[in-house]
């Protein structure tokens, strides 16, 4: 089933566009990855998807209902949750404050706790720092954090703006491993990512974004082993 769907999405910043009608689906259960250059315009796809941007064309469509002028907050009601760009934990909260905010919308105490309990253990290094203030973690921690966050709103679909950014490769492997558990236990992914190589083989399947356009879609697997791809994102010739 089909639960993302942008139809000819274009923004525009003032009089510059970013984004030239791109179209993408994501289907229940998958992970999908973005990848693009610099500038390719996968930060905005991102922004149109949460409501922080709104579209000056086109469709989006969030699980059967079209959310194209929702406001941010209710895409977040209705399960769509970006763990953001450059982490933007808040630093003075301890991890667990951090956390807590993540489950901000929901009422539900007994899954809170059960989602809570998922996080910790999928994180045993936000367990060991859960009084620590999230503002001294490590960069990988943060990244964590961001994610565990983001999962305590028990997303439907799971929103990534460059998880592997700033990491050393150890960390990035960690953090992919996790991304590929969080969607083994059920939650649907998007991911944009610079990191092509780690991001397409974990990846279902993946779009190709340059300068606000698609210009190429295929299996995760098919795209790592595209020659044009190769060359362009994956630095072999
Ligand atoms: P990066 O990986 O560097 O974040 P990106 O693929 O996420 O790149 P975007 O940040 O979406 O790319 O930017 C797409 C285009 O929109 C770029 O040309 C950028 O200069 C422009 N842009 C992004 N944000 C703004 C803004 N707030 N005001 C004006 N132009 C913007």
């Given at each position: 089933?089909?639960?993302?769907?942008?139809?000819?999405?274009?923004?525009?910043?003032?009089?510059?566009?970013?984004?030239?009608?791109?179209?993408?689906?994501?289907?229940?259960?998958?992970?999908?990855?973005?990848?693009?250059?610099?500038?390719?315009?996968?930060?905005t796809t991102m922004r149109a998807i949460s409501g922080t941007r709104s579209l000056s064309e086109g469709k989006i469509t969030f699980n059967g209902e079209d959310i194209s002028k929702l406001r941010a907050d209710l895409r977040v009601v209705r399960g769509l949750c970006q763990s953001p760009e450059g982490r933007q934990i808040f630093p003075g909260m301890t991890v667990m404050e951090n956390l807590d905010m993540g489950a901000y919308t929901r009422r539900?105490?007994?899954?809170?706790?059960?989602?809570?309990?998922?996080v910790l253990t999928l994180f045993p290094r936000l367990a060991e720092r859960r009084k620590q203030a999230g503002g001294t973690l490590s960069g990988g921690e943060q990244q964590m954090l961001a994610v565990g966050r983001a999962l305590m709103s028990r997303p439907k679909l799971l929103l990534l703006d460059e998880p592997s950014m700033g990491l050393a490769p150890l960390v990035i492997r960690q953090i992919f491993d996790i991304i590929t558990e969080i969607n083994q236990q059920g939650t649907t992914i998007l991911l944009v990512e610079q990191n092509a190589q780690q991001a397409l083989s974990r990846a279902h399947r993946g779009y190709v974004l340059e300068t606000g356009r698609i210009v190429k879609e295929g299996s995760g697997q098919d795209l790592l082993h595209d020659p044009s791809v190769k060359e362009a994102y994956l630095g072999v010739a």
């Open positions: 089933m089909t639960l993302l769907e942008l139809e000819n999405v274009t923004v525009a910043y003032g009089r510059i566009e970013a984004l030239h009608g791109i179209s993408l689906t994501v289907n229940e259960g998958e992970v999908v990855a973005l990848i693009g250059a610099n500038g390719a315009g996968k930060t539900d105490s007994a899954g809170i706790a059960a989602d809570l309990d998922r």
